[in-house]
């Protein structure tokens, strides 16, 4: 019987390690480290017919044509191997697995461990305008909603548990009058849920009622007024408030008011603050309001903090180091004076806040969307506009920031000035859609905490983020006003 040369017998027991390496392998790094370590044409083939045309066999390929020389043959397996193990390196190892996985389960036990403050929730502002007609209209949007960004489900789900309620005064009210009335109804708004809902929300006006409040399980709704204008133009408003509940005041809004400049007006009534908004600053020192400097304009700010004898918070602003040209956000100049001084800033999360090309973009397709529905004599709240809003949008797909942008940020405080001045003012319920990928909504603070964790961020120093940074602002800010 004649004998099979050595090379068919090389050949087929290449075909079967080929086959077999495929089937064990499928498709991976180990069967193409196995096929070209066979040094065979056949094995070649095989490599390229079977398994995707990928950079190692088409190189193994082209040497193995042209080569039988020993150099060639070393430098062939040496770059075989440097690609092998870039691929190798490039996937996530099981050990890495195991640590994302470990990771990601103690972002969801921190975020329902600790507190969650949010300094800016826009909740009274989507049920006043959107929902809110009569009393009765609002039962319900509090507790499980399809629209909007928060709801008692979503955010036991998120672990939220303090989201300062905005009572939110728009500007035009400074030029018409009624700004303290439009307020209060606010107020009673938001205080008409725990009514509601007892067994599940409760009002909180101190750190320590937020304390007791999660012990008990509840969220709780501390009072947050945006824009000083409700104030109008006498101070004994600022006590007024302090005892319907308010704890924080965000000095101005969109345009200038009677108290300070905005960041979004060029006006510079005040070139700053007015006298009567140093008043106003030292006033709310002596009750025991923290003071607001997100909205306000630079000047504003510096003269605020020389003004104010306590920390100061930023319940919704990001860092301007990432959007140059958006003056809503803080200079890295303005973090550090807020820190020296103790306060926080917490960090908005809307796209528009994280990116500058991000957000031009969206103010373009705004606009153009605006163009279009005005041609057509339409408004956005229209239901006619729905399905043109819905083909717009699908035509014209917006770019959206995402959870680790808003790490970004933190991150950037963080080596700013130190993790003790830094948390959460994500904006919920007042940025439209505009909201990253991963932080759609209240159900989502555990992304955060676990971009955060990935990065290195401590138990501990999630725990300020989360609430202690807050806690202690207002605690002082509490201190300051009993004058001890
Ligand atoms: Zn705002």
């Not at 990116?355 to 153009?368: N, Q, Y």
């Not at 680790?404 to 993790?419: F, Q, R, S, T, Y």
Request: hydrophobic share 40%.
């Amino acid at each position: 019987m004649k004998q099979n040369s050595p090379s068919k017998v090389y050949l087929c027991w290449v075909i079967i390690v080929a086959f077999i390496s495929q089937i064990i392998f499928r498709d991976s790094v180990q069967t193409q480290l196995i096929l070209c370590l066979t040094n065979n044409a056949a094995g070649c083939i095989l490599a390229l017919y079977q398994l995707k045309k990928n950079t190692t066999a088409l190189f193994y390929s082209l040497s193995s044509l042209t080569m039988n020389n020993a150099f060639w043959l070393s430098a062939m397996f040496l770059a075989i191997f440097v690609i092998a193990i870039g691929q190798l390196i490039a996937q996530e190892s099981p050990k890495d697995a195991q640590k994302y996985a470990r990771l990601r389960a103690q972002a969801d036990k921190l975020a329902h461990k600790y507190i969650i403050v949010d300094g800016h929730v826009d909740l009274p502002y989507r049920l006043r305008v959107k929902n809110f007609k009569f009393v009765r209209e609002f039962i319900g949007i509090p507790i499980e909603t399809r629209d909007g960004d928060f709801d008692y489900v979503r955010a036991k789900r998120g672990g939220l548990t303090a989201p300062f309620m905005s009572i939110y005064t728009p500007s035009d009210y400074q030029k018409k009058g009624g700004a303290k009335q439009y307020a209060d109804s606010v107020i009673d708004l938001v205080m008409g849920i725990p009514k509601a809902y007892p067994d599940k929300y409760a009002l909180a006006t101190s750190p320590a009622e937020i304390e007791r409040n999660f012990k008990r399980g509840m969220i709780s709704l501390p009072l947050g007024m945006e824009n000083g204008a409700p104030i109008e133009n006498d101070l004994h408003n600022v006590a007024y408030f302090h005892k319907r509940g308010v704890r924080y005041i965000t000095l101005t809004h969109g345009t200038d008011n009677l108290i300070c400049d905005s960041s979004y007006d060029t006006t510079q009534t005040w070139k700053g603050l007015s006298p009567f908004g140093a008043e106003v600053v030292r006033e709310m020192n002596r009750v025991g309001i923290m003071v607001d400097v997100s909205h306000v304009s630079d000047s504003a700010f510096y003269q605020v903090l020389r003004v104010s004898k306590a920390p100061v918070i930023a319940s919704h602003s990001s860092c301007r180091f990432f959007t140059p040209t958006f003056l809503r956000n803080m200079s890295d100049d303005m973090i550090k004076v807020l820190a020296k001084k103790g306060g926080v800033i917490h960090i908005n999360f809307s796209t528009y806040f994280l990116d500058d090309a991000k957000r031009k973009a969206m103010e373009k397709s705004g606009e153009e969307l605006n163009a279009l529905l005005k041609s057509k004599g339409l408004k956005g709240q229209d239901s006619a506009a729905k399905p043109i809003i819905a083909d717009f949008e699908r035509a014209h797909p917006l770019l959206f920031s995402d959870v680790e942008e808003v790490a970004n940020h933190i991150d950037h405080v963080v080596k700013l000035v130190g993790v003790d001045y830094v948390g959460f003012g994500s904006d919920f319920d007042g940025v439209g859609n505009s909201l990253p990928t991963g932080l759609k909504d209240v159900a989502q603070y555990p992304n955060l905490i676990y971009a955060l964790l990935k990065r290195g961020y401590s138990e501990k120093d999630i725990a300020k983020i989360c609430y202690q940074n807050t806690f202690r602002v207002w605690r002082e800010v509490e201190r300051v006003a009993k004058g001890k």
